[in-house]
């Protein structure tokens, strides 16, 4: 027995209570792989499309083998995922579980996070040796399905939020794009805020940045689809190669915490702004002490920030703000860059949204 056993007694009920804890994280680490094989094959689609079906019923409606199904569906009813009725012997979605899993023009579909853990599940042999030598893993280097994830994650929020109320908390920004302004989107990735912006405000023009190639071909693609094309340009480029357009606003999007360099990208967005402009920059939620982010929220983005956006930063030399830096980092971050006004705008459960001038 270890010396620290012996001089710390052990609570009986305390451990376990923290046992009954980390069953819960087990299952709940193995049933989000889950979830991610339901997305990817439609079995919440298809059971939100019909009346309560059985295993078998399931498997014949999305091609999938009725045995794995039936093991599927009983983590998923135990998780609370769908429902089961034991008469029948039949599993469905109740309307708040069909709209979070399969709606995504929802503001609370959620099945996008489950593309993002699985990518960054991927990735946790790489870190562990960033853990013990240092350096980092870039964004590009993930799996694939985190660039599908982050779109689907953060989509719909932004469909719910941007146009309603985030640029409308700006300075002038909302009359400037409803006149017929100018606007770059750093870190745009697939395109989604840009697009929901056009859509929005028909008389701006839209400029989007990435530094993933793959990204901005699919957010060119989504462009066309929209009809947006002839007002939105997508291009490949780091967020210290803006052009001089003399933007009305100037958007970061969940990726200034991710940057190997975030002070110089506020430096050139502050020089690229028109003297009037604002520049909207959207965080994840997190407290202004360690201790507040102890809660659910602060709990996934600290996960998150380990495997992906401090990683990233890392890889590239650069401070690792991260998805959970205080609002006193992040200012100044953007006060080094010249700025000389920065407030929190307004604020979601999951996001700040911070305004940045000259």
């Known amino acids: 027995m270890s ?72 983590n998923q009813a135990a998780s609370g995922y769908v429902d089961y009725d034991a008469a029948s012997g039949r599993y469905s979605l109740a309307p708040e579980q069909a709209t979070a899993l399969t709606d995504e023009s929802s503001p609370f579909y959620v099945g996008g996070g489950f593309y993002v853990i699985k990518a960054m599940t991927h990735a946790v042999s790489r870190i562990e040796d960033s853990f013990k030598n240092g350096g980092g893993m870039l964004w590009g280097e993930h799996d694939p399905d985190l660039f599908v994830g982050t779109e689907r994650f953060f989509r719909p929020g932004y469909a719910a939020h941007l146009i309603a109320s985030w640029i409308p908390s700006l300075t002038g920004v909302k009359e400037k794009l409803e006149a017929g302004g100018k606007v770059a989107d750093i870190g745009c990735g697939h395109g989604s805020s840009t697009i929901i912006m056009a859509q929005a405000y028909p008389n701006s023009r839209f400029w989007g940045f990435d530094n993933h190639e793959k990204s901005i071909e699919t957010a060119q693609q989504r462009a066309k689809d929209a009809g947006v094309s002839d007002r939105v340009t997508f291009a490949v480029a780091n967020a210290s190669e803006l052009p001089d357009e003399q933007f009305d606003m100037v958007a970061f999007f969940d990726c200034l915490h991710d940057m190997g360099d975030p002070t110089g990208a506020c430096k050139r967005a502050y020089e690229v702004l028109d003297a009037n402009g604002s520049a909207l ?78």
């Not at 069953?23 to 049933?31: I, P, Q, R, Y």
């Not at 078998?56 to 794995?68: F, I, M, P, V």
Request: with cysteine; hydrophobic share 45%; net charge neutral.
């Open 3 to 74: 010396a620290v056993t012996q001089s710390a007694p052990i609570n009986e009920d305390k451990m376990n209570a923290f046992l009954g804890k980390v069953v819960g994280d087990f299952g709940a680490a193995l049933s989000s792989s889950l979830v991610y094989i339901g997305q990817k094959l439609g079995l919440y689609k298809a059971l939100a499309s019909g009346e309560p079906v059985t295993p078998a019923e399931l498997a014949q409606k999305t091609s999938t083998n009725e045995r794995y199904v039936r093991e599927w569906l009983i």
């Open 281 to 358: 920059i959207v965080e994840p939620m997190a407290g202004n002490t360690v201790e507040e982010n102890f809660n659910i929220i602060g709990r996934t983005f600290a996960g998150a920030s380990t495997l992906c956006c401090t990683a990233n930063s890392m890889a590239l030399g650069g401070p690792a703000l991260g998805a959970v830096a205080p609002e006193s980092a992040i200012r100044e971050v953007v006060m080094a860059g010249g700025f000389t006004q920065f407030r929190r705008a307004t604020e979601t459960p999951f996001n700040r949204i911070f305004e940045a001038r000259h």
